[in-house]
């Protein structure tokens, strides 16, 4: 990784899980943005546990490719313990994380400059135009999903992030302020931890700035029928963590368990 007298200006944090079919497409995106910008950036893929070659496809591209680490756990521990993971290890001054499925494509980062710039310490994309003018969902989710994701949404809102309406989009930006705040102290390591760092932002007074979306449902998602309802229980973890001040203690921060390539 980068060394404090090169620290970049962006980091953008890829987790993935068994992801050998599509990562390269994700990287290759992402790559021809970065080099179009007159920042300094690195790339960080964190691997969950992948069971495939996703390693064996990320080492051959960062072959030719300059700035692409990685980091390879071989226990699957969730997206949310990755992004930590990922949150934790990144050198930037802007810590990005964006699903390995490139369903929000890396452009979008440009519209989060400006908010940053002004001094918002998150950023979020949004694929709700309640949330933001002009979001939308290109190729939409199936309507089981949409329907269990509003339902979801309003229960979210209730008990842990009120007056968002879309916390799962899997593209948001923290200062390394915010990320070395907010990450050390999360509990959640799975599907709900989203709504964990939009409330423990929160709960830290960063104003949450909101860009629109222009997403595209991935086929081949690992979200489970299960995940759905166990998201919805873990507002409830937030909720009761936040009253009983858990989140003010002392926690040690959770660093990777191999070493950053």
């Not at 060394?3 to 050998?20: D, F, G, H, M, Q």
């Not at 290890?89 to 002004?118: E, V, W, Y």
């Not at 070395?180 to 007074?205: M, Y």
Request: with cysteine; net charge neutral; hydrophobic share 40%.
């Amino acid at each position: 990784m980068c060394s404090s007298k090169t620290r970049p200006y962006l980091s953008v944090i890829v987790p993935a899980y068994n992801e050998a079919e599509r990562i390269t497409k994700t990287l290759k995106s992402i790559y021809a943005y970065l080099q179009q910008q007159e920042f300094s950036w690195e790339v960080l893929v964190v691997l969950d546990g992948s069971k495939d070659n996703t390693l064996a496809v990320v080492e051959d591209f960062a072959r030719s490719h300059r700035n692409i680490h990685w980091l390879d756990r071989k226990e699957n521990r969730g997206k949310g313990f990755t992004v930590r993971e990922g949150m934790l290890s990144a050198t930037g001054a802007i810590r990005l994380f964006t699903d390995a499925d490139n369903s929000t494509d890396i452009a979008h980062f440009s519209k989060m400059q400006p908010l940053l710039a002004d001094g918002y310490n998150v950023v979020i994309c949004s694929r709700d135009s309640k949330d933001v003018a002009g979001a939308q969902q290109a190729v939409p989710q199936p309507f089981l999903k949409r329907m269990l994701g509003n339902a979801g949404n309003l229960f979210i809102q209730v008990m842990a992030v009120p007056g968002i309406w879309d916390t799962q989009c899997g593209f948001k930006a923290f200062t390394q302020e915010a990320a070395e705040k907010i990450f050390p102290i999360t509990r959640i390591d799975r599907w709900g931890f989203d709504t964990e760092v939009l409330a423990l932002a929160n709960h830290f007074s960063y104003p949450v700035g909101i860009v629109p979306a222009y997403w595209i449902d991935a086929e081949g998602t690992h979200v489970k029928f299960s995940d759905y309802f166990q998201t919805m229980w873990e507002p409830i973890k937030i909720r009761y963590n936040l009253l009983t001040g858990v989140y003010d203690q002392k926690n040690s921060l959770v660093m990777p368990s191999d070493a950053v390539k």
